[in-house]
């Protein structure tokens, strides 16, 4: 089982959107950098606020999104 206790979600905080800890740094944000190839200490650079963890549990949590299954009709 998944746990995410650094993966927030609130609608009044940046419309609801996955947040890292209630704060308004998206996790789309995080995986954006890190796609573009900003590696976790440029990121935490960035925002230092941010611990690795954080970082971490992204990525989790996106691994998590694209478990998807396949229904045929």
Do not use: H, W
Request: charged fraction near 20%; glycine fraction near 6%.
């Amino acid at each position: 089982m998944l746990t995410l206790d650094r993966i927030t979600s609130n609608p009044n905080v940046m419309n609801g959107k996955a947040c890292i800890r209630g704060m308004r740094i998206t996790v789309s944000i995080v995986l954006n950098f890190l796609a573009n190839g900003v590696d976790k200490k440029g990121i935490i650079e960035l925002y230092p606020y941010l611990e690795p963890e954080d970082i971490d549990q992204c990525l989790q949590y996106a691994a998590y999104l694209a478990e998807e299954e396949l229904f045929t009709i």
